[in-house]
């Protein structure tokens, strides 16, 4: 893909950009490196990418950061994981507010550890006036797990009447998923060349346009990201009609 700059995205961009960072472990493998210094250059492209947002005037970036399947990772990988997160959360969030940044964190919070449910907590309530861009922070996260506990919560809805059966649509079942107040992504986008989404916001991402770039995620960054949005750009999106 040619260099592009926010400057040279003609078009509207997307409002809703989700990225599956894949990568960081054979990024680190190439250079002999334990995946866990791959896993520290990830964090260095949250930095810019969310910079990158920001300039293109993207209204919400949403970044899968651990799935609830990355839980069966070895030990000495998830501790190393969850020590980034924990630095990530200190000494990000100060910087993300003055920018006007708002952070949503989605998944399940149970299995983290207590301290970094705090600082979760805490960044979320910091940020909440904020409205220059919404980053959305996919953690613990499994879109199946998350279609499923909608299907509960909205079951328990009918059953105490809170909702009618015959009334459920599409719109009302997005209600009761984790990302209710979220838009669902224009352009999904997933480093490395692989190409699958991986349990990643499944239903959100039902027309979606899917962008998968060669660019393992530890060397993603502003160019790479503004690529994507021009080929978004460039496509034609139906959503099941005839244009």
Known sequence: ???V???AITEAPPRHVAIIMDGNGRWAAARGLPRTQGHRRGVEAVRHTVKAAIAAGIGFLTLYGFSSENWKRPAAEVKELMRLL????RSEIAELHKEGVKI???GDRSRLPKDIIKLIESAELRTAGNDTLTLVIALSYGGRDEILGAVR?????VIRGAVDLEAICEEEFSRHLLTNDIPDPDLVIRTSGEQRLSNFLLWQSAYAELVFTKCLWPDFDAEALYAAVSEYCQRERRYGAVV
Request: hydrophobic share 45%.
């Open 104 to 106: 949503r964190f989605i």
């Open 86 to 89: 924990r630095f990530y959360l």
């Open 153 to 157: 919560r909205l079951a328990s809805d």
């Open 5 to 7: 700059s926010p400057q």
């Open 1 to 3: 893909m040619e260099a």
